[in-house]
T-cell receptor, first 112, second 113 residues
Framework: DGGITQSPKYLFRKEGQNVTLSCEQN?????MYWYRQDPGQGLRLIYY???????QKGDIAEGYSVSREKKESFPLTVTSAQKNPTAFYLC???????????FGEGSRLTVL | GENVEQHPSTLSVQEGDSAVIKCTYS??????FPWYKQELGKGPQLIID?????GEKKDQRIAVTLNKTAKHFSLHITETQPEDSAVYFC????????????FGSGTRLSIRP
C-alpha cells in the first residue's frame, strides 16, 4: 500500500541532544513537508521541499534542519537550538503543483 | 500575516444530529479550501475540499459551503455517528501550492450516544 511512514512514533530526548525524525513516502510525490502540532493550535510549517536536493524554510524553521537527498525521504533533525521541542511532528507529501496533502501518522517528541 | 480562523474549538452533538464548523480566511487570493479529519494519535486525512469556482460540494453525509465575498466556508456533517468524533481542521491555500496552506486551529467534535 502507498503511504507515508514516520518513525519513531514516540521519542524521548534529554535537553541538549539532537534528534532525527524519519519520513519515507512511496507515493512518488515530488513535494514533502514537515509540520509541528501543539495542543489547541493548527499545524505550523517547519520546512518543505518541492524537489530533491532543494528545500525551503517554513514559518517556524529555527532550531530545525532537513535534507532531501532522495525523493522518498525527508528526515527532520530537531537540534538543541530549538527552545521548546516537545510537540507532535507530522510529515506530509503532495503531488507537484497541487494543494492536497497526504500525512503520516506523526512522531511525538518529548524532551525530558 | 494571512490567517484562518476556525470556530468553535470544541463541539458536542447528539448522535444523529448535525454538526457545523465555520472558518474565515484573510487572503483573498486563496482558491482552495480543504478539510482534514484527525483521529486520536494519527495524522490528518483529507475528507472533502472545495475550490473557489463552486459554492457548495457534498459527499454523502458531509458538505462544504463557500462564500467568497464574505471569505467564509463551513463544514456540515449530517446524521452524525460515533466514528465522526475527531479533530477537524479547515485550511485555505492556492490550489497550485500546498506550501502556502494555512490551517485553522481545529475543532474537537464529540458525538454523544
Amino acid at each position: 500500500d502507498g503511504g507515508i511512514t514516520q518513525s519513531p512514533k514516540y521519542l524521548f530526548r534529554k535537553e541538549g541532544q539532537n534528534v532525527t525524525l524519519s519520513c519515507e513516502q512511496n507515493l512518488n510525490h515530488d513535494a514533502m513537508y514537515w509540520y509541528r502540532q501543539d495542543p489547541g493550535q493548527g499545524l505550523r510549517l517547519i520546512y518543505y521541499s518541492q524537489i530533491v536536493n532543494d528545500f525551503q524554510k517554513g514559518d517556524i524553521a529555527e532550531g530545525y534542519s532537513v535534507s532531501r537527498e532522495k525523493k522518498e525521504s525527508f528526515p527532520l533533525t530537531v537540534t538543541s537550538a530549538q527552545k521548546n521541542p516537545t510537540a507532535f511532528y507530522l510529515c506530509a507529501s503532495s503531488k507537484q503543483y497541487t494543494g492536497e496533502l497526504f500525512f503520516g501518522e506523526g512522531s511525538r517528541l518529548t524532551v525530558l | 500575516g494571512e490567517n484562518v480562523e476556525q470556530h468553535p474549538s470544541t463541539l458536542s452533538v447528539q448522535e444523529g444530529d448535525s454538526a457545523v464548523i465555520k472558518c474565515t480566511y484573510s487572503d483573498s487570493a486563496s482558491n482552495y479550501f480543504p478539510w482534514y479529519k484527525q483521529e486520536l494519535g494519527k495524522g490528518p486525512q483529507l475528507i472533502i475540499d472545495i475550490r473557489s469556482n463552486v459554492g457548495e460540494k457534498k459527499d454523502q453525509r458531509i458538505a462544504v459551503t463557500l462564500n467568497k465575498t464574505a471569505k467564509h466556508f463551513s463544514l456540515h456533517i449530517t446524521e452524525t455517528q460515533p466514528e465522526d468524533s475527531a479533530v477537524y481542521f479547515c485550511a485555505a491555500s492556492s490550489y497550485s501550492s500546498a506550501s502556502k496552506i494555512i490551517f485553522g486551529s481545529g475543532t474537537r467534535l464529540s458525538i454523544r450516544p
